[in-house]
Each structure stands twice: as C-alpha cells, then as structure tokens.
C-alpha cells in the first residue's frame, strides 16, 4: 500500500460517518474507509421499566464476562486481495472479513459462557432505509441494532481506491458494536443515557465508540505483520486517526484525535477485550 494510495483512500473518508443516537445526529470524517454505525434504543417498553441503571446493569459494561476472556481468538484471517475497480472482489472481501469475525467473537463468547449470534451483514451500493431510520448523507456503513445488521455501502470511489487495511476496520469496528449489544454492554449504555443530561450523554458515547474503536483494533491485531496488517500501515492508520479522528464532528461524542489514537494502539498492543474496558476508565482517558 503506497503513502499516496493510502492518503487518497483516508481523504475519501472525510464526511462519510455517521451517528444516529436516539436524538443525536452528526456527521463525521473519522474513519479510514467511512462507515459508522447507526444504533436504536430499546423498545420503549423496556425503557420505561428501568429508566435508572442499577448496579447489576451497570456491571454489564464495567465489569462483562467478556473482558476475562484474554486474547481474541486469532482465525487466521485472511481475506485475500482487494483490487480495485471489481465489485465482485470488493464483496468476497466484506464477506470474508465478517466471516472470520463471526469465528473470532464466537469463540470470545464462548470463553465468557454467554450466548452469541451473529450479525447479519448486508451489502449495498446505494442509500437504504433501515429500522433505525433513513440512510444518513455520507454514510458508507451503519449499524443497526434493532435487527442486529450491519449495511455496508460499496461507494465508487471506495471502490476505485479500497484501502484493504482501512475496510477491514471499519467492518471490526461496526461489528464491535454488535459485540456491545448481545453481550449486554449496551443495555447499560442506553439505560443510562436515558437518565443523562448533554454531558453525560456525550460521555456515554464516547464510552461506546472508543471501546468498538479499541475492539476493532484487538481484531487486527490478529493479523499484525500480515500482508494486510503491516506495520507501517498500521502506524499511518493510527496516526491518521490521532490527527482527524475528531474533525468533522461538531460534538465530542467519539473522543478527541489524540484519545481514539490511544485506545486502538491500546486494543492492538494487548490483544484483548478486557484492555477495551472504556466504561471503568478513568474520565481523562475518554475525552
């Protein structure tokens, strides 16, 4: 991957992430390849059951099964080459991405003895309409957790400049919300923000997506020193992150640069889901 090829493929990105949170909507230039995640509340049944997070719920995120479950299961991932220009190449790769994270979570899981099913996963080359909401402008991917799919768009000019190390993140990153959502991290998440003011709201998100960031980074790690996981892409990665992660979006919800930097060289470094355990983080460390 040249530094030119790379540079393109990051510039590319500007604008193309997108937030939905309940009654948050921002627009964003954080990624390497786009994509972000669009996520719903519980039904307002639920909500209305438990509007206070009590301890047993907060321990949910502060203290999951999952984060004593040590390295991620390395699957020997390898999703072949990515050139550019075939749609065809461009969906075996999304494919085979998520294939090997449905094997490498599903293990997680099973280390943590809590039940796991996978995300669906829906290849698109133009906007849809999801439960969550409308196709926001500028979104390449999104989550939507109230029928546990992960919609990733396949747009021209990713398609003229992939970027393999970058896709492969973004797919991580969009499946480690699905992980904060069937392991019950989520359900404190959403509780809690329900009771929030602004600030506390902010906060929670940025729990939230520093911890999927930190998850994406624990899954490439798996494949550090791989052809698709170099280290010089991986540092170009990560510093690109630590000097746009936050530009774009006119809130804190995601964490400064500086912050997203931090966790992904965190997640990357140790290997495992308890090292991404933004939620008992000192509130410095999730600015």
């Given amino acids: 991957m040249t530094l030119v090829a790379a540079t393109l493929a990051l510039a590319l990105a500007a604008a193309a992430l997108v937030l939905v949170l309940a009654d948050v909507a921002t627009t964003s230039t954080s990624g390497v390849t786009g994509g972000q995640q669009l996520a719903a509340p519980p039904s307002a049944a639920g909500a209305g059951r438990e509007r206070v997070a009590d301890a047993a719920t907060r321990a949910l995120a502060t203290l999951n099964p999952l ?22 190449a461009y969906r075996r790769f999304l494919t085979r991405v998520t294939a090997c994270l449905n094997k490498a979570w599903a293990a997680q899981f099973r280390k943590a003895k809590l039940p796991f099913t996978k995300p669906r996963l829906r290849i698109i080359t133009s906007k849809v309409k999801t439960p969550c909401g409308a196709w926001n402008t500028g979104a390449d991917g999104v989550y939507c957790s109230t029928d546990r799919t992960m919609y990733l768009m396949i747009s021209k000019e990713q398609l003229r400049n992939p970027f393999p190390l970058g896709v492969t993140r973004l797919v991580a990153h969009e499946y480690g919300h699905h992980v904060q959502q069937v392991s019950g991290i989520w359900r ?11 600030a506390g709201r902010l906060q929670l998100s940025r729990n939230s997506e520093l911890q999927a960031e930190c998850f994406s980074a624990v899954f490439m790690s798996t494949m550090k020193d791989t052809e698709l996981v170099t280290a010089s892409d991986w540092a170009y990665t990560v510093d690109w992150f630590r ?14 640069g500086p912050t997203q930097a931090a966790w992904m060289t965190r997640g990357f470094k140790r290997g495992t889901p308890g090292s991404c355990n933004t939620w008992a983080a000192k509130p410095r460390n999730v600015t």
């Fill in 67 to 88: 984060y004593r479950t040590g390295r991620l299961t390395d699957v020997n991932c390898s999703p072949g080459p990515l050139p550019p220009g075939s749609m065809a």
């Fill in 188 to 198: 404190y998440y959403w509780i809690a923000r329900s009771a929030s003011g602004k």
């Fill in 243 to 256: 000097k746009n992660g936050a530009k774009g979006w006119p809130q804190n919800d995601h964490g400064k």
